[in-house]
């Protein structure tokens, strides 16, 4: 059985929550509910209420970081990724996004693609960025399309890519864009 704890956090995209173990955080998601607790928890192969000292530690680490983050005060997670749920193409892929893009840059995915050297088509990289297990920390949401956004499975879909990118800088503000 796997050692998990969460650590959830209220948003202008609504209330993110973040699975952690003791090797880190193991999946999030922008939605916190029972459901996705467990759903994150099966996928994880734990049962509820299993969090011990080392996960309930890193989670409320994970919690500081994403307000700060949120709140447009953090630039740079330090707590670390625990892989464990990313298929060996996704860790290669996301593994480059996560340690070369950095905040307020975006690549696109024909460029993760070839940055990455994983041999897939840019089409493919989209459907990687759409199964990642830990948005916004491994930042998906900094890959575009060649000729706008692109896609986004997270939160609201682009609304919320959107948001992000303009957290960051990378997208200018909108008129009705309120301040973190």
């Known amino acids: 059985m796997v050692d998990v704890a969460f650590g959830s956090v209220l948003t202008p995209l609504g209330r993110f929550v973040a ?5 880190g955080v193991a999946a999030t998601d922008f939605r916190d509910a029972p459901a996705t607790r467990r759903r994150m928890l099966a996928r994880l192969g734990a049962g ?3 969090a011990g000292a080392d996960a309930g530690a890193w989670a409320g ?3 500081e970081e994403l307000a700060a983050y949120f709140a447009g005060r953090l630039r740079a997670f330090t707590v670390p990724v625990d892989w464990r749920l990313f298929t060996p193409a996704q860790r290669r892929v996301l593994g480059t996004l996560y340690e070369t893009v950095r905040y307020g840059r975006v690549t696109t995915y024909g460029g993760l693609a070839a940055e990455s050297g994983a041999g897939l088509p840019a089409r493919a990289i989209g459907s990687i960025m759409g199964g990642n ?3 916004v920390i ?3 949401h900094r890959v575009v ?5 692109g896609g986004f499975s997270g939160g609201d879909g682009v609304e919320s890519k959107r948001w992000l990118l303009t957290l960051e800088g990378y997208l200018p503000p909108t008129l009705d864009w309120e301040l973190p």
Request: hydrophobic share 35%; glycine share 14%; charged share 25%.
């Open 133 to 135: 297990p830990v948005p």
């Open 61 to 63: 680490r994970v919690e």
């Open 48 to 50: 509820a209420g299993e």
């Open 138 to 140: 491994v930042p998906c």
């Open 19 to 23: 699975a952690v173990t003791p090797d």
């Open 145 to 149: 399309a060649g000729d706008g956004l």
